[in-house]
């Protein structure tokens, strides 16, 4: 048997997970009701199941359009909508038009200063991401970036290495 737990208000035992006995959540209901009494109650069709639900409308506020089933997983599908058509936008502008850049404004020159400064950084996406709207490739973010960046970086300094080692090798003979 589930452990008999007491009121919030009155103390008085309840079983299972209530926080009131009957009384006080009878009581709780309608001074709801109460604070509820300027909106109007209005029976509603959900858009989703077609089922009638009753709601209350506030002024200057739009009606429920989902009954309390169908609620959570209308939002579920809005916030999945929304997501494919943000996507969906990015592709659309890497898709746009091949050699025209995603930003309007014209190329700035190369920052002075150190390379790692995030000014420098900022130019380096921006010029990589105008490369990659004219191969239709999904544009560079700074997170993504770094790191591709330090790959890079990796490849050309063995790359440089191997040069030299040749060099040396070719100039002994």
Not at 70 to 99: D, M, T, W, Y
Not at 113 to 141: A, C, F, Y
Request: proline fraction near 6%; include cysteine.
């Amino acid at each position: 048997m589930e452990e008999a737990g007491k009121c919030r208000d009155c103390g008085a035992p309840v079983i299972g997970r209530a926080w009131y006995c009957p009384t006080c959540r009878k009581i709780r209901n309608r001074k709801i009701r109460e604070k509820c009494a300027d909106g109007k109650r209005a029976k509603v069709t959900c858009v989703r199941c077609g089922k009638q639900f009753e709601t209350i409308r506030w002024p200057g506020a739009q009606a429920a359009r989902y009954c309390p089933e169908c609620h959570h997983l209308a939002a579920g599908e809005n916030r999945k909508a929304k997501r494919i058509s943000r996507e969906a936008a990015q592709k659309q502008l890497v898709r746009k038009l091949p050699g025209v850049a995603p930003m309007c404004r014209p190329l700035l020159p190369e920052p002075k200063g150190s390379k790692d400064s995030l000014n420098h950084v900022v130019w380096e996406i921006e010029v990589m991401n105008r490369r990659r709207v004219e191969r239709h490739q999904p544009l560079l973010t700074y997170g993504k970036y770094i790191p591709f960046r330090d790959k890079l970086a990796k490849e050309l300094k063995s790359a440089l290495e191997w040069a030299r080692k040749t060099q040396r090798f070719y100039k002994d003979r």
